[in-house]
């Protein structure tokens, strides 16, 4: 018997800020970039685009186009994101 699949959103499951914010720690914990761009734009996706499009003052089509191609993701953006969100970054040692 086949197995079934279903679609799955990862950003779906982050239905709280302390979801969004372990899920992003535990990103940033990898240190690939990448994986934390990627990471970002579900997070994004959780919080709502639209909302955080007004909230960082970038179009939708930009802030879209930032999360979801890693290599155009800016740390400007990655920082407003980030404030829209409720979180920001901080230093520790490694």
């Not at 685009?49 to 890693?70: M, R």
């Not at 290599?71 to 829209?84: E, H």
Request: avoid cysteine; proline fraction near 4%; aromatic fraction near 8%.
């Amino acid at each position: 018997m086949a197995e079934k699949f279903f679609p799955f959103d990862p950003a779906e499951a982050l239905d709280s800020r302390e979801a969004i914010e372990f899920f992003l720690a535990d990103a940033f914990e990898t240190g690939d970039a990448e994986f934390i761009a990627v990471a970002l734009g579900v997070a994004a996706r959780a919080e709502g685009l639209d909302k955080l499009a007004a909230q960082t003052g970038l179009s939708l089509e930009a802030l879209n186009t930032a999360l979801s191609e890693p290599a155009n993701l800016t740390v400007k953006t990655m920082i407003s994101v980030m404030k829209a969100i409720g979180l920001g970054l901080a230093v520790s040692p490694a």
